[in-house]
């Protein structure tokens, strides 16, 4: 069945375009009776663990403190990364080993990282007038330059800059262009 939803009225009560319900209900049904997946109880016990960190405010964690914890948990340290991957595929934690800058890295808390990309995706330049030209670059040309990016995302702890633009290159939210024009 195709469905055609109008996104502009999602969360808006009586007036969210009836479409929702009836996709939610449909949702709700096929994860609950389809989508049912068994987990080792050490997994579970893990994945616990980890809501506990973001619980206390960490917001990532490294591979070896992940490892550390697995083994914690009974689960074998070279199966940790397994378990990272499959926590990822749910989308309750973020791991890339394939990314350079993050390999070492397990973010705990998505909605986290979102908002440190969002710091330069939704063009909310800082009020203080720093960088200034850098903004207008971004603003009006689309060119994200090395000094701005790092000055935005040095506060985004525990994960580098460069980190975060190899996973805007990957998942194609940015170009890498090496050019001497801007500075």
């Keep these: 069945r195709v469905c055609i939803v109008d996104n ?99 973010i705990l808390s998505p909605k986290w990282f979102v908002d440190c990309l969002g710091k330069v995706l939704t063009l909310q330049q800082s009020d203080d007038g720093e960088n200034l030209q850098m903004w207008k670059l971004l603003h009006e040309k689309g060119i994200l330059v090395e000094p701005l990016y790092r000055a935005v995302w040095r506060n985004c702890e525990g994960i580098e800059p460069d980190g975060i633009i190899e996973l805007m290159v990957q998942f194609r939210l940015a170009a890498q262009v090496k050019t001497n024009l801007f500075h």
Aim: net charge positive; hydrophobic share 40%.
């Design 8 to 106: 502009t009225t999602a969360g808006m009560g009586d007036n969210e375009d009836k479409t929702y319900k009836y996709l939610r209900k449909e949702i709700y049904k096929l994860v609950s009776e389809k989508l049912v997946v068994k987990t080792p109880i050490k997994w579970v016990l893990f994945r616990k663990v980890l809501q506990v960190l973001v619980r206390e405010s960490k917001n990532i964690i490294t591979l070896r403190e992940a490892c550390a914890i697995g083994v914690d948990c009974k689960i074998d340290a070279e199966d940790v990364p397994k378990v990272l991957m499959f926590y990822h595929e749910l989308g309750v934690i973020l791991f890339y080993p394939h990314i350079q800058g993050l390999r070492d890295k397990v």
